[in-house]
């Protein structure tokens, strides 16, 4: 014959476990029902990041456009890239103070102007411009024209 104390634990051990569960199931719904609203709030916030980029970069465009008198003084309509530059003086056989001499600039600004510390502006930006299209023979007569004057 089992003892009625062992019989009387088991009985509340089985009824506090179904009371138990049945508490805990409203929670586990709840659970669930956040982190679905969870989980779709971060992606309405990943959206509108992507969104805000892309009207940011959209209203950095508009100003640069907006502001005519900013790209004349920087050269107009010429692009600058400091590794194109280098790459087109390197494919001229060019030392930085022939370069300089051709754009009317010195040495130490070809260095400073491939390094990205500095741009060239307005006349220097037109000239080096003019370089991207002739070859090593004409570079190399203007060069003599430009030492036999200056």
């Known amino acids: 014959m089992p003892n009625i104390a062992t019989v009387l634990k088991s009985e509340i051990v089985r009824l506090a476990r179904k ?3 049945s ?3 409203g929670l586990k719904k709840t659970i669930a029902a956040q982190r679905s609203d969870l989980a779709a709030l971060k992606r309405r916030v990943q959206d509108l990041e992507r969104a805000l980029k892309v009207v940011a970069r959209a209203a950095t465009a508009s100003k640069s456009s907006a502001k005519p008198g900013a790209s004349e003084e920087e050269g107009g309509q010429f692009r600058f890239r400091a590794a194109g530059m280098r790459a087109n ?3 001229l056989g060019l030392s930085a103070a022939d370069f300089g001499l051709l754009v ?5 600004s070809v260095y400073a102007w491939e390094a990205g510390k500095a741009k060239p502006r307005g006349k220097s930006l037109a000239a080096i411009a003019a ?3 002739i070859g090593k023979r004409e570079v190399a007569k203007k060069l003599v024209e430009l030492k036999t004057t200056g």
């Open 104 to 108: 009317g600039a010195t040495g130490q």
């Open 19 to 21: 009371q138990l569960r």
């Open 23 to 25: 508490e805990s199931e």
């Open 89 to 91: 003086r390197k494919r």
């Open 131 to 133: 370089l991207r299209g």
